[in-house]
């Protein structure tokens, strides 16, 4: 029998999927430029640094921003800036900056496994 989460899980055509990235696209790179800007800034400080604490809440803050807005729509972070689409038998795959969902991989390989789709 399926879990509960299992069920409540959305499913992705590879059409919907592609269908969805624009906007998976916009939320991610404006939380890229957000958290390159707060590295470029935490790179400049010394380790001593007392703004340093919270420039690192800042970002570690936007990051799970970023994974809540892209799980708000109906895929799932696998990690940073890494988004899965759920099809039932495995997952389309995108990560940040491809500009398409070109990948599949099955749910026990990873994004490692990742294949290209033809």
């Known amino acids: 029998m399926a879990s509960e989460s299992e069920l409540e899980r959305k499913r992705f055509t590879l059409e919907e999927a592609r269908a969805l990235l624009p906007k998976v696209r916009e939320i991610t790179e404006q939380a890229a430029e957000e958290l390159r ?11 001593g640094d007392s703004r340093r ?6 970002y570690l803050e936007r990051l799970n921003d970023w994974a809540e807005e892209v799980q708000d729509v109906g895929a799932e972070v696998k990690g940073m800036f890494l988004v899965d689409f759920d099809n039932g038998e495995g997952y389309y795959c995108w990560k940040w900056p491809e500009q398409e969902v070109d990948h ?3 749910y026990e390989e990873g994004f490692a496994g990742r294949l290209r789709i033809n």
């Open 53 to 58: 604490a919270v420039l690192e809440q800042e």
């Open 104 to 106: 599949f991989h099955g």
């Open 37 to 47: 800007d707060l590295a470029q800034s935490l790179g400049a400080l010394d380790e």
